[in-house]
Nanobody, 118 residues
């Protein structure tokens, strides 16, 4: 069965960095677009970054220049390197997959909490 397991969250001071990982299993990872989402209390879930199977990436304007998404198909893992963190980056971060640009994201993991203290 499809599983996505996030890790790497924690408490960090503003200006600091964290690297999140999402380990995938149960499907052919290399053929899927992978995305990182976040949801803060009382807010809608938002797509932070995505990476297509060919390696092309997209970012939300709020994280451009600070976050970097990458993937290692040999390890079935997608990463989110987060630098220059701000208090507004505090949220639960989760990963999801989609088969193509016209398909919805699905199969979210349980998420990992990121808390940025100011």
């Amino acid at each position: 069965q499809v599983q996505l397991v996030e890790s790497g969250g924690g408490l960090v001071q503003a200006g600091g960095s964290l690297r999140l990982s999402c380990a995938a299993s149960g499907f052919t990872f290399s053929t899927y677009t992978m995305g990182w989402f976040r949801q803060a209390p009382g807010k809608e879930r938002e797509l932070v970054a995505s990476i297509r199977r060919g390696g092309n990436t997209d970012y939300a304007d709020s994280v451009k220049g600070r976050f970097t998404i990458s993937r290692d198909n040999a390890k079935n893992t997608v990463y989110l390197q987060m630098n220059s963190l701000k208090s507004e980056d505090t949220a639960v971060y989760s990963c999801a997959r989609r088969l193509g640009s016209g398909a919805p994201f699905n199969s979210w993991g349980q998420g990992t909490q990121v808390t940025v203290s100011s």
